[in-house]
């Protein structure tokens, strides 16, 4: 670690991804659950998701993606110095961060995970960005990747038909702060509403001797609220995406996206309705794969970055919010070479 020195600029230079190769349509879902395409479409803007197969681990999946991102940046692997792993749904309760970090080759740097479901990778960046801002670190690589294919109850048609599995990666660099990449962010937890979205720990107790009595316990599966989490979303996603423009002094006129945490179509047109953002400028790819959940956003990042969408200096308003209650949201300049 270096001395700290004073704020320098963040630059974000480089993003890659990763897909199971299994796409399960609505219409496969509809085989074994009392669903429809027309339901999931018509409710969730959802047509179909990714599922990995037994040899697309986390760590396979977030290794192509960071690769990808490396690639792109024109770094190699001994060049970074954090490894920051948005995800829910690790290979190794412990941390699967190190396992990316070796799979790299990624030596001299160091590597965690940090646990916000979906707005895990927004936390992510935004801390991968403090180092940067201090001096500590130069070039990060925060990865957003769920398997939440893990953990969702494919009998439960309340939840198996929203949830896809993706890993994608975004690199952050150093450069001067005239061409600084985090002009603002928020974030914020409420506890309080815990249970409208968890994946508790099932208890059980073991008494291997008379008077000894351990907890022990197994992960189930995914529960919900969805009206709930729905009301909460509409209501705080425009409320902090407010925030951050306020706080950069950017008028809405300005952005060039609105990249928000892909959950529901319905919720992505509520805030472009409330900011009067138009709908050509909303990214979108839920119908593809469904909510991925720390890997959304990077993920769509990587595709319309790909796709020559978002360009270098382009101004993005992104949000991500969910299970904590958590939500957050960042005003963003893409820093990134063009492809191609
Ligand atoms: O990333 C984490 C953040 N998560 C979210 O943002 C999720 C937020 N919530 C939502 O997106 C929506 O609440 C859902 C998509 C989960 C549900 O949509 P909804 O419009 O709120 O539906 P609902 O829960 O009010 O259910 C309406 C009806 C119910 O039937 P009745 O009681 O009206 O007879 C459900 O049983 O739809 C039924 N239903 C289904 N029907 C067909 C629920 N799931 C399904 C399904 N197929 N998959």
């Not at 480089?14 to 409710?43: E, F, K, M, Y």
């Not at 829910?88 to 916000?116: E, H, K, M, Y």
Request: a negative charge.
């Amino acid at each position: 670690m270096r001395g700290l020195g004073g704020p320098v600029g963040i630059a974000l230079s480089g993003s890659g991804s990763a897909l199971p190769r299994l796409s399960v349509s609505n219409d496969d879902l509809s085989g074994w659950l009392d669903t429809s395409d027309s339901w999931i479409r018509s409710r969730t803007g959802i047509a179909a998701r990714r599922i990995a197969a037994g040899d697309e681990t986390l760590t396979v999946l977030a290794t192509r993606a960071s690769r990808q991102a490396l690639e792109a940046a024109g770094w190699t692997p001994l060049q970074l110095e954090l490894i920051l792993l948005a995800t829910s749904s690790p290979d190794d309760l412990f941390g699967t961060a190190p396992q990316i970090q070796a799979a790299l080759g990624a030596d001299n740097a160091v590597a965690f995970d940090l646990t916000a479901a979906c707005s895990g990778f927004l936390f992510a960046l935004i801390t991968a960005a403090q180092y940067i801002r201090t001096g500590c670190y130069r070039r990060v690589l925060v990865v957003g990747v769920d398997l939440l294919s893990r953990w969702v109850d494919w009998h439960d048609r309340s939840i198996a038909v929203l949830f896809g599995d993706a890993a994608a990666a975004v690199t952050l660099e150093t450069c001067d702060s005239d061409r600084d990449g985090l002009l603002a962010f928020a974030m914020r937890t409420d506890g309080a509403r815990n249970g409208c979205l968890t994946l508790p720990l099932t208890p059980s107790e073991q008494c291997p001797r008379q008077g000894i009595s351990i907890q022990q316990g197994s992960y189930g599966s995914i529960r919900m609220n969805g009206q709930e989490v729905y009301k909460f979303a509409v209501r705080e996603v425009p409320a902090i995406l407010a925030e951050v423009l306020d706080q950069a002094g950017v008028d809405a006129a300005s952005l060039d996206w609105l990249l928000l945490h892909q959950a529901n179509q319905r919720i992505l047109d509520a805030a472009a309705q409330r900011f009067g953002i138009p709908a050509e400028k909303v990214l979108s790819n839920l119908a593809h794969y469904g909510n991925t959940s720390a890997a959304t956003i990077p993920l769509m990042l990587h595709e319309a970055v790909a796709a020559g969408r978002i360009r270098p200096g382009h101004l993005i308003a992104s949000s991500g919010f969910g299970a904590g209650l958590s939500w957050g949201a960042a005003l963003l300049r893409w820093g990134g070479r063009q492809p191609g």
